[in-house]
């Protein structure tokens, strides 16, 4: 053995697995881990192998056999955990272009070799760059042998829908950065969102990792994750825990997020009481002639109402749009002719009308007004057997 390969060989030696549990928030139960490289420092500290593997100093043949030791030692430590949680191992998208043959995978032979399960194995596959082409297949190899597919850090640096359409990943890990960024709001608030719905339609599940803080917890609620990780449970740590670990931490948590939803909704359900009122009261000054004026009078800003226009059977705008701001309502006739029969809250209004229902109300789903940058949702109603009603109203303070 030369100096480089004993040199090599005695890097190794110092790489090992750290575990950090990923818990279920339905049940309040640790079900996974995440597999971790970690070394010594100068001062004997464990601490992340993080910046081992991202060194330019250092070939990727050598960074994958030193991936795959690590990757063994965690899977010898799995194989003696006595209940069914399961493991995930991370692999570079990148790596996987130097896979010459999709038969002799090497974590399948490691499986093999130790006897593990491999449906409580999810493969993650870190969001780096790589052919594509050879990602999907592996993955395809994975699945068909029974393991589950995870993409890593999603969000993070470059687009990744294509991925998601190519892998059909089990589980999304959402990118810790973007996570923490969309807790604030704005644009990446509504990227997770619509992760989220994304997730519901293909049966895919939605890991939070770096949950530090209850708020993150709370945010995660929210946005429909499953499970999560992170250091507001536990770092990555040498041995398993207990299932049960973290139930009463996430119990309390639950409590709380269900007490600040609940008075939120109560408040919702108010506001929307007094906005069916003004609606009626908008509805009966529609029947006859109206005075703008009059209408002013009431309170329609303060609970929300930012415009409202008329529309016939055919979905045709026959009204100029009246927009209600500073206390006075005003015309816009810009849109007078659009066709909005191909938006929902027109035909399902229709539909309603159809099956049972002459008299209800059809809301449409959140979005951004354009002229105003608020987060909206447009009512439809009937107004009399040749015209309907539609009024959009803020979902959101000013």
């Known amino acids: ?92 998208a990148s790596w996987i272009d130097k896979v010459s043959d999709l038969r002799a995978l090497p974590t399948l032979q490691m499986l093999d070799k130790l006897n593990i399960d491999r449906s409580r194995i999810i493969i993650e596959i870190a969001a780096t760059r790589g052919n594509l082409d050879k990602i999907a297949a592996v993955a395809r190899e994975y699945r068909k042998h029974n393991l589950k597919v995870a993409i890593d850090s999603f969000g993070a640096g470059f687009s990744q829908l294509e991925r998601v359409i190519a892998i059909r ?20 608030n509504e990227v997770v969102h619509l ?66 939803v609940l008075r939120k909704e109560v408040r919702k359900l108010q506001s929307a009481d007094k906005v069916k009122d003004l609606i009626e009261l908008l509805r009966q000054a529609l029947a006859t002639d109206f005075n703008l ?42 849109e007078i002719g659009f066709n909005w029969s191909w938006r929902p809250y027109f035909y399902q209004l229709l539909a309603l009308e159809n099956v049972s229902d002459a008299h209800g109300i059809v809301a449409s789903e959140q979005y951004r007004d354009f002229s105003t940058g608020r987060l909206c949702k447009t009512l439809s109603l009937r107004l009399d057997n040749e015209r309907i009603l539609s009024v959009d109203i803020v979902e959101e303070p000013a």
């Open 169 to 188: 990943p089990d589980v999304i890990k959402l990118d810790m950065r973007l996570f923490k960024q969309a807790t604030k709001g704005g644009i990446a």
């Open 1 to 92: 053995m030369n100096l480089e390969q004993n040199a090599d060989f005695e890097q190794a030696d110092k790489l090992f697995p750290y575990f950090q549990p990923i818990i279920c928030i339905a049940s309040g139960l640790i079900v996974g881990y995440e597999a971790l490289a970690r070394q010594y420092d100068e001062n004997g500290q464990v601490i992340s192998a993080g910046q081992l593997f991202s060194s330019p100093d250092i070939t990727e043949e050598q960074l994958i056999a030193w991936d795959r030791t690590v990757r063994h030692q965690a899977l010898l430590k799995f194989c003696q955990l006595n209940h069914k949680s399961y493991l995930t191992l991370n692999i570079s």
């Open 195 to 260: 992760l989220a719905r994304l997730s519901k339609r293909t049966a895919c599940l939605i890991v939070c990792e770096g949950v530090e803080t209850d708020n993150e917890f709370f945010y995660a609620l929210s946005c429909g994750a499953q499970y999560v990780q992170g250091h507001l449970f536990s770092p990555a740590a040498a041995e398993f825990k207990k299932p049960d670990h973290y139930q009463r931490h996430i119990e309390s948590l639950r409590k709380t997020f269900l007490q600040r």
């Open 293 to 334: 004026n009059e209408l002013s009078a009431h309170p329609f800003e303060e609970s929300g109402i930012l415009r409202f226009y008329l529309c016939n059977n055919e979905g045709n705008q026959i009204s100029s749009n009246f927009n209600f701001a500073g206390g006075k309502w005003f015309e816009e006739a810009g």
